[in-house]
Every structure is written in C-alpha cells, then in structure tokens.
C-alpha cells in the first residue's frame, strides 16, 4: 500500500540532493546551506504565494531533467521554479548569474536611499547584506530619487517608503495572519507605494509581524525608532505566557533595559518556527508592550552567526573573573579616581530610553544639561 | 669570563697620571664644549610663542563638523563607537522635531555625544568610519586638566563653532589642513 515516494536528484553546483517532487530549486539550494543557497528579498517560506518578484534568486539551469537535459534558455527564477529529476542548477558556477545578480542589486539600490546611518534596520537589512555580497561598488544611477508623501501608520509601525523594494512580504503578512488586511499596494510602477487607501492605522493584533518580515528598513518598529543601534544591542531569547501568540521572542538588551521585541529568526532571516511547530509569530502586545525585563523568562543568549555585525563585541563562554580586590582590601572596595557615570551625560539612569514612547526627542535630554 | 658580544670593553682601572690629577685640563675641555653650544642653533622653541608646524597627517582633538549652513553633520549611526578599539565614543540619538531643520542635517540626530579623552588614542578610526564627515581629528592637543573629570567631552566641547554666526572661530577651528576655496 505504502508507496515509496520517488525523490528527484537535483545537482546545484556540483552538490547533488535528494529532494521530494515540487520542492523549488530555492529551498532545495537550502538544504544544502552555504553559499550555493541564493538570495531572497521576497520569497518567504512561511508566507504562502511570497516570491517571484525581486528576481535576487535568479539561477541558471544546465539541464532541465534526466529524460529531458536540454538547458532552460533563460535564467530562472529559483523560488518559483520547482526541481525535475536530474536537473543541474548552476548558482555561484555561473558567471551569467553573478552578472544579473549584480545588475538586480543594482536595480534594487537605483530607488532606495542612501540612508543606512539613520536606518533602524541597519546591520540586519537584507538589501546591505546583497549589495555587500553581490552588488557592485558604486552606482550608475544619476537621477532624483523616489520621494514620497508621508504616511503615518499608527503608533507601533513606522513607514518609510522611499526605502521599500516592493517585495509584497507585508501584503502576505497581513493576509494570512490577520482577519482584515488594511494596507496594500497602491499605485503602479514608479509610483507603487505601500499605503492604507485613506489614512489608516495598523491596529491588528499580529499587524507587528510586517516589521520582522521587511528585508529592507520600510517598516520599522515605532518603539525603538532611533533609541540604539542594532549591533550594541544583545539578542536574549525569552520567552512568556501569551495568550494570543506562542510567546517565544528575542529580546533585544542593554543592561537590564528591553530595547526590542523581536520574533526568533533562522539562518535565511524568516521567523523560526516555535516550539510547538507552528511558524514563531508573535502578537503586538509581546511586541511593543511587555518593555519590561520582568515580563519575560530569560532563556539565554541567541546564538548570533559570527560575520554579523550584530555578533560585534559579543563573548562566548566568557567567565567573569571574581573581584578579589574587596576581599584583600577588608570589604573595602577600591576608591575609584572617577565614577565614570558622575560625569557622563550618556546613559543616564533617569533618562530610560527603552521606557520612552517612539523615538527620543530633544524634550526628552532637557532635563539633563 | 666569556662575553657575549666582542664589544665589551675592560674598564681602565689603571692610576690617574699627575696631569689628570690637576682636573683642570678636563675642566677647561668641558667649558670648551658648553661654550661650543651657544653659538650652535637653539633646539628649543618657546612654546606658546611660538609652535611647531604639525604633520598633515597629525590626528589631535576631534571636532564633530557642521555643513555649510551650520547644520550638524553628526546621525549618531554609531559608527564611530562601533570602529572605535578603545570604545571611548558613546552616544544617544533622538528624531528631529518639526522647527529643528536648522539645527540638524537629517532627521535624526546625536542628542548625546561623548568621547571619553582618558579612554581615545587618537587612532582615528572614528574619522575613517564616518559616513557623514562628521568627525574629524583636529590639529590641537586636548589641553591638560587637573582633574580626570575635564576629560570627558560632550557635545559643547566637540562640535565646532558655526560657520553662519562665527564664521572667523569656525575658520580658525577648520585649522590650515583644509583646502581654502
């Protein structure tokens, strides 16, 4: 009765695998890892229909399938394109692909602003890391840029469209975890834009999710907007009892202070899945309330890859060495020449940045001089 | 005893002859050498007088710049603290207002900005991360204090003075390695 299920052999850069029939070359490219696996700005492997659009994964196919091994004319894009037995897939083996990743990237980057230095998303932006990896140095590109109205949509989530790629991800977000989608693509070419049809916030309980999914700094969290860069921040895994969402996030510390709620990621970027099997979303009031050290359970720090930026100045299995000095000197401590937080005027304990609403404004220091 | 390099000279532990007993001879040829020096040139400059030319690669007291209408240049995108290896720079960001155009080039802006003078070691990577120009390693020492607490430099003491209502200060803190155009 029980039918072996026939795998396909596919072969991506020399390195072949077994993968299930309707497997995308894409994720069969994942279960090898490394450098072979393509890059995706809109293909999401949690969101169904994501994909197709940002042409980043585009990849060359020398052979089509064992009965049938004449090579596709034109290159593929791998997230919508699904294996065939004995197909060869060449990613990084192709010069054609490295150019048209190139030219890709630097489509990506005619419209998107120079802003990394003020960008929230910065360190952890999936367009940095293409155009670092894949793009070329410099642009081409001498016109003005896209500018945009400004849209405000609501307290927790902050647009900037002049950064978005259109990758439709947040579209997908608001889909297919939310009852009521609100925003959308309006608009076409140049003028495409992400908005709510007539000023809107929003307001759905798992709408934070569009912030984790964005590659790019488009939507960013309103709670953290500006309050500390990404990589002096330290990834915690925590975790609480939701009742809307599995409750599993990472924290994102300085001292005791809580910075930013995030979902867990894994290695491509998409939220991890939660300990019950199901796709780690977490709810808006995990996300932008529960600021508070006291509200989560520490589970330890997140494991970070070690060529992040954000793994910058993070050590591993450090010991703290015992301060001996009280011992020695009679429970006396030393007498410090300076406390160093006497003079400083930065980070002040009554200045709690991560307690302020939005962003810090210039009322926020005026109590200190 | 053998030693260790053929440079080794024995000590002469023979007795002064009557000629080196009088010292006067020695006396004379240690005049000689102090007279000597003061027709040579001076070495010595006096110092707030007169200064010595610095190197243009000389990295001094950092200045956090304005562009040319007297905006600061700074986005606290914590460059500088992240390239830093004495993690001497920190800093606090905050959005700019409405009515805060004048004041600051983009929309966000170093509230706070430190640089702990004890911790700097004028390597200048600060300069080399920033995106923005805006720090720079001026051509002056940081002054001497008495206490360690005059070392901690906020935002009054780096930035430099605004080319739009100070322009002979700015010019002066601009220092002569910038091009004149």
Redesign the interface.
């Known amino acids: 009765m029980s039918e072996e299920k026939k795998l396909f052999k596919v072969t991506i850069d020399n390195i072949t695998v077994d993968v299930e029939p309707g497997t995308t070359i894409l994720n069969a490219a994942r279960m090898i890892g490394g450098d072979v696996t393509p890059p995706a700005m809109c293909y999401y492997s949690k969101l169904k229909n994501s994909g197709g659009k940002c042409r980043t994964c585009l990849v060359e196919v020398a052979a089509g399938s064992t009965a049938d091994p004449r090579p596709m004319p034109k290159l593929v894009a791998s997230c919508r394109t699904t294996v065939m037995d004995g197909m060869i897939v060449k990613n990084i083996t192709s010069d054609r692909v490295l150019d048209a990743r190139a030219g890709i990237t630097e489509f990506l980057l005619l419209n998107h602003p120079l802003d990394c230095p003020i960008c929230d998303q910065a360190g952890e932006c999936h367009l940095q890391d293409l155009s670092y990896e894949h793009g070329k140095e410099g642009t081409r590109f001498e016109f003005q840029k896209r500018i945009f109205k400004k849209h405000d949509l609501g307290e927790y989530i902050q647009l900037h469209m002049t950064r978005c790629i259109l990758c439709y991800r947040c579209v997908f977000v608001a889909d297919q975890l939310t009852e009521k989608r609100v925003h959308g693509v309006l608009d076409r070419g140049d003028h495409a834009e992400i908005a709510t049809y007539i000023s809107k916030s929003l307001d759905n309980d798992f709408i934070g999710n569009v912030i984790d999914v964005c590659p790019v700094g488009a939507l960013t969290d309103k709670t953290f907007r500006f309050k500390n860069r990404v990589w002096f921040t330290k990834p915690v895994d925590a975790h609480r009892n939701c009742s809307k969402c599995c409750g599993e996030v990472q924290l994102w510390m300085r001292g005791d202070e809580v910075f930013r709620v995030t979902a867990r990621k894994d290695e491509w970027g998409e939220v991890k899945d939660a300990s019950d099997g199901r796709p780690g979303w977490i709810c808006n009031e995990c996300r932008f309330d529960k600021k508070d050290i006291k509200d989560w359970t520490i589970d330890g720090p997140s494991k970070i890859n070690r060529h992040s930026v954000i793994s910058q100045g993070h050590y591993v299995g450090v010991k703290k060495p015992t301060d001996f000095l009280p011992e020695v000197m009679g429970g006396r401590g030393p007498k410090l020449l300076m406390d160093i937080h006497k003079v400083s005027e930065v980070n002040r304990p009554e200045i709690e940045l991560s307690k302020i609403e939005g962003p810090a404004h210039s009322d926020d220091f005026k109590g200190s001089k | 005893m053998q030693t260790l390099t053929n440079r080794a000279k024995p000590v002469d532990r023979r007795p002064m002859t009557v000629l080196e007993k009088l010292y006067l001879p020695a006396i004379a040829k240690g005049m000689g050498i102090t007279l000597k020096h003061f027709f040579k040139k001076k070495v010595t400059i006096q110092y707030p007088e007169e200064k010595r030319p610095f190197s243009p690669v000389f990295r001094g007291l950092h200045i956090l710049n304005r562009d040319e209408e007297g905006r600061e240049r700074c986005?606290?995108?914590?460059?500088c603290?992240?390239a830093c290896p004495a993690e001497a720079i920190?800093?606090?960001?905050?959005?700019r207002?409405e009515g805060?155009e004048n004041l600051y080039r983009?929309?966000?802006y170093a509230?706070?900005?430190?640089i702990?003078m004890l911790r700097c070691i004028f390597c200048g990577l600060c300069e080399e991360a920033c995106?923005?120009d805006a720090i720079y390693l001026s051509e002056t020492f940081a002054p001497a204090n008495f206490?360690?607490?005059g070392f901690?430099y906020?935002k009054n003491d780096l930035l430099i003075p605004d080319p739009k209502k100070e322009p002979e200060q700015y010019q002066k803190a601009l220092g002569s390695r910038v091009k004149k155009s």
């Open positions: 986005t606290a995108c914590g460059l603290a992240v920190t800093m606090e960001a905050a959005e207002m805060e983009e929309e966000k509230a706070k900005y430190e702990n995106p923005k206490k360690r607490e901690i906020g």
